[in-house]
């Protein structure tokens, strides 16, 4: 799929920088064009794609810590700007935008959704959010920043992919010290999604087209992918099993909103080389995600990879009644409360204070 990818806050900027990094390394040639947004012009400096720096009248480049409705109100104010910008970062040729952000932090989180409102407006191709959900330890304004921003999301975005920070974290590491690594592992992970139905050099055209992935998107608000990679016999015959394992582990243990088995409708990806995928393994994985996610409308195929290994991608959309997003979204009306809750003390306390001075 010929995609546009817009980064807005300093994940946005750093998981759509992984992301071409990768489409260029595995010779994808997806990824048309990218942009970064950002509020704090330290964020935008160490990236190696195009930025702008938006919001310098307000807050001069410094950025607007958590507060996501300074975001909001930020890239409403410029987002002319931003959209003089995106001036052969979306072409003709582009079938998709994206744009990612982290959903627990300021700018991403509150500029993200009224950037993808006025592309909606203004593009007549799908626009997508790909949003980062705060981990489990992440604080309280997080997590109510996030739920807010994920609730514009949906309403705005024709879907929202997510990603759960501790879904594709190792165990021992920080959320925090393992962002380089989850990035890449978001990378590698939808960039194959990305390069579905592009032509691969050198290895062939994919079998998954991405009218599929649109398709399938098409079916919910919510959508979130999963992934596991298998070593791949030379006999395609005997890779049936390998794919039907490796597909269940992506669906079980790989999701990133880990505990949605639930969707919509899903596409199966099998990548691989294609002299070793047995195309019964690919109908038995596909019918497999059928059964599990009880959707009638279960797309499958294969992507031609330069690889020893098989990887199998799932694509869920629709996927609302996740018990991970269902906690979720408990986790983040406690956190707003809470964070209401204290504005009105500190108001009230300041009140006071004005009283007596
Ligand atoms: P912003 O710059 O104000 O939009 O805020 P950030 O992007 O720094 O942070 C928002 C959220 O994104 C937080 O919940 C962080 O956990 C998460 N986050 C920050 N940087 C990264 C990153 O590089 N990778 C990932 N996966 N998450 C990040």
Redesign the pocket.
């Known amino acids: 799929m010929k995609a546009a990818l817009i980064g807005?806050?300093?994940?946005?900027g750093?998981?759509t920088e992984a992301l071409l990094a990768e489409d260029r390394r595995a010779g994808y040639g997806a990824i048309r064009g990218t942009l970064a947004v950002?509020?704090?012009k330290t964020?935008l400096e160490p990236l190696d794609i195009k930025t702008m720096l938006v919001g310098q009248e307000r807050v001069k480049g410094q950025?607007?810590?958590?507060d996501?409705e300074l975001?909001a109100e930020v890239m409403q104010s410029d987002i002319r700007e931003v959209m003089g910008e995106l001036d052969g970062v979306v072409d003709p040729q582009t079938e998709a935008i994206f744009v990612v952000?982290?959903?627990?932090?300021?700018?991403?989180?509150g500029?993200a959704p009224v950037l993808v409102k006025e592309l909606k407006r203004v593009h007549e191709i799908p626009v997508y959010a790909l949003g980062?959900?705060?981990?489990r330890e992440?604080g309280g304004i997080?997590q109510a920043n996030?739920g807010r921003s994920l609730k514009t999301l949906v309403r705005e975005a024709d879907s929202t992919l997510l990603?759960d920070?501790d879904a594709w974290r190792k165990s021992g590491e920080s959320?925090?010290e393992a962002?380089?690594a989850?990035?890449e592992r978001?990378a590698r992970r939808i960039g194959i999604l990305l390069a579905a139905g592009e032509n691969i050099e050198g290895v062939g055209e994919s079998v998954v087209d991405s009218s599929e992935v649109i398709n399938t998107l098409k079916s919910g608000d919510m959508s979130a992918i999963g992934f596991a990679n298998a070593d791949a016999a030379p006999d395609p015959g005997e890779n049936i099993n390998v794919i039907t394992s490796t597909t269940r582990k992506s669906l079980l243990t790989g999701m990133s909103v880990p505990e949605t088995t639930e969707a919509g409708a899903a596409l199966v990806v099998v990548a691989g080389d294609s002299d070793r995928i047995p195309r019964k393994g690919v109908e038995k994985a596909r019918s497999w995600v059928e059964t599990e996610t009880r959707s009638m409308q279960v797309r499958g195929g294969d992507f031609p990879l330069d690889s020893e290994k098989i990887a199998v991608l799932v694509l869920l959309s629709g996927i609302a009644r996740s018990e991970r997003l269902e906690a979720f979204m408990e986790r983040a009306q406690k956190a707003s409360e809470a964070v209401e809750t204290e504005q009105v003390t500190e108001n009230f306390q300041n009140e006071e204070l004005d009283d007596l001075l």
């Open positions: 807005v806050g300093q994940a946005g750093k998981v950002n509020t704090a964020d950025g607007v810590g958590a996501n975001g952000a982290g959903l627990g932090g300021g700018t991403g989180s500029g980062i959900l705060p981990g992440e997080y996030a990603v920070n959320v925090t962002f380089d989850i990035n978001i």
